[in-house]
Every structure is written in C-alpha cells, then in structure tokens.
C-alpha cells in the first residue's frame, strides 16, 4: 500500500485501474459500485475518487465524467501485481509450439521470439540480440557438400549461426577439414569471440599442421564477425498500435513509428531500461515525450550466466500489464534452453 492511501482509496484505486484496462473507456463511480463490491455508496466512492485525483493517481479527461488513471496510479497497480503470476498450460503451449513450429535454424529464434511476444501480448515487441563478438564460441562442424567443397557451420552460445561454403585444397579431404574442426572446438571452447588471441589462432594451426586449410578455418572465424559488431533490434507487432483506442491519434502513432525506425534510438531506449529480472517504465517515466502515453516492460536475458539481451514489451499504459509480466519472464526465463535445444 502507498504510504498516502489508506484501505480504501488503495481498493478504488485498484477497481479504477483494473475496469479502465479492461474497458478502455473512463470510470466513473456508479460503475465502480456495480461491478465491484466495494461495500460503499456512489457518493463515497465518488469522494474518494476525487482525493486520488487531488493526490495525482488519477485524471479526469475534460469529455467525460470519469476518470483514467495516470501514470502514478499504472505504477501503483503494477508494483501491486508482484509476484508476477506464472503463465497458464495454454500460454505455454502456445510458445513452445511456436518455436518448434517456425523455428529451423538458431539463428531465426531472435526474430521468432520477437513475432512470438507481439502475437500472445497484442502489443509492439522488441528483442535486442547481442554482438557475435560479444558471444562465446561454441563449435565449428563441417558438412560435405560435394567433392571438392564443404559447408561450414559456426555456432555460439547465443544462437548466431554462420555457414560458409568453403574449397577443400588439392591434396586435403573432408576428414582433414573435420580434424580441424577438431582443433578448432578444442583450442576455443568456452572463449568468447572478441576475446580470440593470436596465440589460440597459432595453437589452432599447429594442431592441424595444413596452412591452406587453416586459412579456411580463419575466414570462416572472420566471416562470422563481418557485419556483427553491433546489436542486432528485432521488432514485432508494430501494426499492433494502431488497434490500441489511444493511438487513433494518427499523429501519434506517426510519430512512435518513426522512432522505432531510428535503431539506433531504439537500442538506447533498451539499454537505458536494461535491469536485472523485469522492469516496467510507465507512460511519463519514459524520458522521451513521444512514450508518454506507453509503457515498456523489459527483461534482460542470460546465457551462461552472462548478460547478453534484451527483450521487450511497448503497449499503451493501458496494456494488460499482468499477461504482458507474466509472457516476458516466461519467455526470458527460457530462452536460454530453447537456444540449446533447437537445431539447424
């Protein structure tokens, strides 16, 4: 209970917030004392209400004669939602179905996590996947394409996946190509890539004793970094906002899109919001004026114990937080055994 409501004023408080998520529509006093039983009358109830707008929990929209909570009524509700309930058998069964389903190769389970969360919380999802140089190196294997090439598959711990078709030299074969991966996985196991030392690469050579196909080895690993050294922003359910009654304002939501457009913006949106376990900012928390009316809901994920990404939740202040909590934690939760268990 906040430290200037009593009992009472915390329970309308509530009932506001609760109807006005469900409704959409501003709650006005005889509502609350139908459909909630509060054990008042109208009038006290509408009394009541009047304190909280005095105390800025909630606001009165000039056109109605109800009210709407602010956002330090949401923050009220939301921090009164801990702990966050664990999803239901349906929840569930539906994210594990989606990622056997759509997913075929590690690298797609970023982009399929982020059409996953917009699909079951019907808002905008973002899911900011790391750097591969921020990864750890996981295995080289090679796959025999023909007789004088072979595909080369790298994989980190973070799911990024390379595949490189290379040229077996004159004079090598496919099982020299599969000593090197040998080599390779011995020598690298467990080290992150931007951590890869010139003295592991020589040890590398070394072992397999072939320059031409150590060189293969070294473009590949080189292959894998081009293009990576930032994050990577995967968005989902962007059309979602426009089926939010808030965000009819088409000016509004003109103005959401072009900054979702801007990555860059978007990446230190999510860094700036990046916490341990789940964080949720609220309409005016947010710094930019052009969230005043949404709320984000971030998590960050880790493999091995190292934090990597985020994934996150963008909806109207209106957002059925408790589903929204409840699908993110799940989903962090587990992203990590969905990325060892899928295959390519």
Not at 238 to 254: I, K
Not at 302 to 329: C, F, N, Q, S, W
Request: aromatic letters at 8%.
């Amino acid at each position: 209970m906040s430290d200037d409501l009593d009992a009472r004023k915390s329970q309308i408080l509530w009932a506001v917030v609760d109807d006005y998520i469900a409704s959409a529509e501003p709650v006005g006093s005889r509502t609350l004392a139908q459909k909630y039983n509060l054990g008042i009358s109208p009038a006290t109830i509408r009394n009541e209400m009047a304190d909280l707008e005095m105390l800025g929990y909630l606001e009165h929209p000039h056109t109605s004669a109800g009210r709407i909570p602010s956002s330090k009524g949401y923050r009220f509700y939301v921090d009164g939602l801990q702990p966050v309930a664990p999803v239901t058998d349906a929840e569930k069964k539906k994210i594990h179905d989606w990622y056997h389903r759509r997913v075929r190769r590690l690298d797609e389970v970023f982009q399929e996590t982020a059409r996953l969360i917009a699909d079951v919380t019907h808002n905008v999802s973002l899911v900011l996947a790391p750097q591969a140089a921020q990864s750890t190196f996981r295995m080289l294997q090679f796959l025999p394409l023909d007789m004088t090439h072979a595909i080369a598959v790298l994989m980190t711990d973070a799911g990024f996946v390379e595949n490189r078709i290379v040229e077996i030299p004159d004079g090598a074969t496919f099982a020299d190509f599969q000593r090197m991966a040998g080599a390779v996985n011995e020598t690298l196991s467990g080290k992150a890539l931007s951590d890869v030392t010139k003295t592991d690469m020589r040890r590398v050579r070394d072992a397999i004793g072939d320059e031409s196909i150590f060189v293969a080895a070294v473009e590949v690993m080189h292959r894998a970094l081009e293009g990576r050294s930032e994050d990577r922003l995967y968005l989902g359910g962007t059309a979602q906002l426009l089926g939010n009654p808030e965000f009819q304002d088409l000016e509004r939501v003109r103005a959401m899109l072009l900054v979702l457009e801007r990555e860059d913006l978007v990446k230190d949106i999510l860094h700036t919001h990046a916490g341990e376990g789940l964080e949720v900012t609220i309409g005016r928390e947010n710094k930019s004026s052009t969230f005043w009316d949404s709320s984000f809901i971030t998590a960050t994920y880790h493999v091995d114990g190292r934090l990597l990404g985020t994934i996150a939740v963008l909806g109207p202040t209106r957002m059925e937080y408790a589903k929204a909590m409840r699908i993110l934690d799940y989903v962090n939760t587990n992203l990590t055994e969905m990325i060892y268990q899928l295959k390519w």
